[in-house]
């Protein structure tokens, strides 16, 4: 998760701005919409990039995820980790285990010793 100094530097460059006000968790999901958007243009026709765009876009979409999760008091690693436990759970890994299928194909093949996922 990002530094100390970089949430304070975030922090700072929004309270001179007084953009705080603007900050709503609305606002801020749409930003990261409207972001996500954005680094996905920079391969919108081949599967080459620009380095530099694609981390200013990344850059864009991770700070309105950090103000967002501030906002709404989610702790970033508490949320990713809890995450992580669920999809371990969804994708356990004699299953999914180099291949890319939903978890709930997953689920309806069931488990090696034939129990079904929920
Ligand atoms: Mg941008």
Not at 5 to 24: C, I, S, Y
Not at 27 to 48: D, P
């Amino acid at each position: 998760m990002p530094s100390l100094t970089t949430l304070a530097a975030l922090r700072a460059f929004v309270e001179e701005r007084d953009w705080d006000q603007f900050h709503t968790p609305e606002n801020l999901a749409k930003s990261i919409a409207i972001e996500s958007g954005e680094l996905l243009e920079c391969f919108q026709w081949n599967g080459q990039f620009d380095q530099t765009r694609v981390e200013e876009e990344l850059a864009d979409v991770v700070t309105y995820c950090i103000h967002l999760a501030n906002r709404i008091g989610a702790d970033l690693d508490d949320i990713v980790l809890r995450k992580l436990e669920s999809s371990r759970t969804k994708y356990p890994v004699e299953q999914a285990r180099g291949r890319m299928v939903k978890y709930t194909q997953l689920a309806a093949e069931g488990t090696p010793d034939g129990r079904r996922q929920n």
